[in-house]
């Protein structure tokens, strides 16, 4: 890892562990407790219906004749976020990772590459809520040339199969209707994403309506893509959830119990699909070898 990253990562979990023993260890964990194994296996699973969402975005621009298994961009989507909400480097290293799990499923690099940082841009486009048309037709004369420059920055590997990449990107830039659809489902997942802090809030006991839990997620989103660079947004995501409850009425130790239960969430659903991806990658690497 670049010395840079340590640092970011030393820095946000002093940052956490500051917060924990200010704001008070023993009400966040009574905040925590209260949600018991019971809800907290609902928060799971509510977790897990928004990654299908997030999967069946990225599905929607893959092109016509080209392999459209749900499940396979579910599991990409869901590796891409595991990797980058707990392994110890940025964010952008999750969107590669991503990308290598799909193709482990049998999507071509070239398609893998493209449709990851594509859909990487819609997603962007439906948090950022612009709307009007001007947006949209902004978005398909502008948008593959930032989708290749991001894939040339942070995605350097697709540069091998340069041809087959940038003969993708125009097939998914060249269709209005799976780039609108694309951003509509991201924009759904947007909303549902906050209705988990709300489902939160409620199984410790407290009320926030569901405008002030939209705000919430909305700042939160910008946050932590200020904040890319800090690997897991460690420390960045918790201090964002604890000076942000308090302006809807709701204690810092409310929102540092959310940010643990997600924390937590990321956890037992991220580790068993990261040792999956390592076992197939590991299982590929092997199959080479010996051939």
């Given at each position: 890892?670049?010395?840079?990253?340590?640092?970011?990562?030393?820095?946000?979990?002093?940052?956490?562990?500051?917060?924990?023993?200010?704001?008070?260890?023993?009400?966040?964990?009574?905040?925590?407790?209260?949600?018991?194994?019971?809800?907290?296996?609902?928060?799971?699973?509510?977790?897990?219906?928004?990654?299908?969402?997030?999967?069946s975005?990225?599905?929607?621009?893959?092109?016509?004749?080209?392999?459209?298994?749900?499940?396979t961009?579910?599991?990409?989507?869901?590796?891409?976020?595991?990797?980058?909400?707990?392994?110890?480097?940025?964010?952008?290293?999750?969107?590669?990772?991503?990308?290598?799990?799909?193709?482990?499923?049998?999507?071509?690099?070239?398609?893998?590459?493209?449709?990851?940082?594509?859909?990487?841009?819609?997603?962007?486009?439906?948090?950022?809520?612009?709307?009007?048309?001007?947006?949209?037709?902004?978005?398909?004369?502008?948008?593959?040339?930032?989708?290749?420059r991001?894939?040339?920055?942070?995605?350097?590997?697709?540069?091998k199969?340069?041809a087959?990449?940038?003969?993708?990107?125009?097939?998914?830039?060249?269709?209005?209707?799976?780039?609108?659809?694309?951003?509509?489902?991201?924009?759904?997942?947007?909303?549902?994403?906050?209705?988990?802090?709300?489902?939160?809030?409620?199984?410790?006991?407290?009320?926030?309506?569901?405008?002030?839990?939209?705000?919430?997620?909305?700042?939160?989103?910008?946050?932590?893509?200020?904040?890319?660079?800090?690997?897991?947004?460690?420390?960045?995501?918790?201090?964002?959830?604890?000076?942000?409850?308090p302006?809807?009425?709701?204690?810092?130790?409310?929102?540092?119990?959310?940010?643990?239960?997600?924390?937590?969430?990321?956890?037992?659903?991220?580790?068993?699909?990261?040792?999956?991806?390592?076992?197939?990658?590991?299982?590929?690497?092997?199959?080479?070898?010996?051939?």
């Amino acid at each position: 890892m670049k010395i840079g990253v340590i640092v970011a990562a030393l820095v946000g979990l002093a940052l956490f562990v500051w917060l924990l023993f200010h704001i008070g260890i023993e009400s966040v964990w009574q905040a925590v407790a209260a949600v018991g194994f019971g809800g907290f296996a609902f928060l799971t699973a509510a977790g897990v219906a928004v990654v299908g969402l997030l999967g069946s975005a990225w599905l929607a621009l893959i092109p016509r004749g080209s392999p459209r298994s749900l499940v396979t961009y579910i599991i990409g989507r869901q590796t891409r976020d595991s990797a980058g909400d707990i392994l110890p480097f940025s964010q952008l290293g999750g969107i590669v990772i991503g990308a290598r799990a799909v193709i482990l499923r049998g999507v071509s690099p070239p398609l893998a590459f493209a449709s990851t940082i594509t859909d990487v841009t819609t997603e962007l486009m439906a948090q950022i809520l612009v709307p009007g048309v001007g947006a949209f037709v902004l978005l398909q004369q502008r948008g593959s040339h930032l989708a290749e420059r991001l894939a040339g920055r942070f995605l350097p590997a697709a540069l091998k199969h340069t041809a087959a990449f940038n003969e993708q990107m125009r097939a998914m830039y060249d269709s209005p209707a799976r780039l609108a659809l694309s951003s509509t489902i991201h924009l759904l997942s947007w909303i549902a994403a906050a209705g988990l802090i709300w489902l939160s809030v409620r199984l410790i006991g407290h009320r926030l309506d569901f405008f002030s839990c939209i705000a919430i997620e909305a700042l939160l989103a910008a946050l932590r893509s200020a904040t890319v660079f800090i690997p897991a947004a460690i420390g960045v995501q918790e201090a964002g959830y604890a000076a942000l409850m308090p302006l809807f009425g709701l204690g810092p130790e409310v929102g540092l119990a959310v940010s643990l239960l997600k924390r937590a969430r990321d956890i037992v659903i991220g580790v068993p699909v990261l040792l999956a991806w390592q076992f197939f990658e590991g299982r590929r690497a092997l199959a080479a070898d010996a051939a």
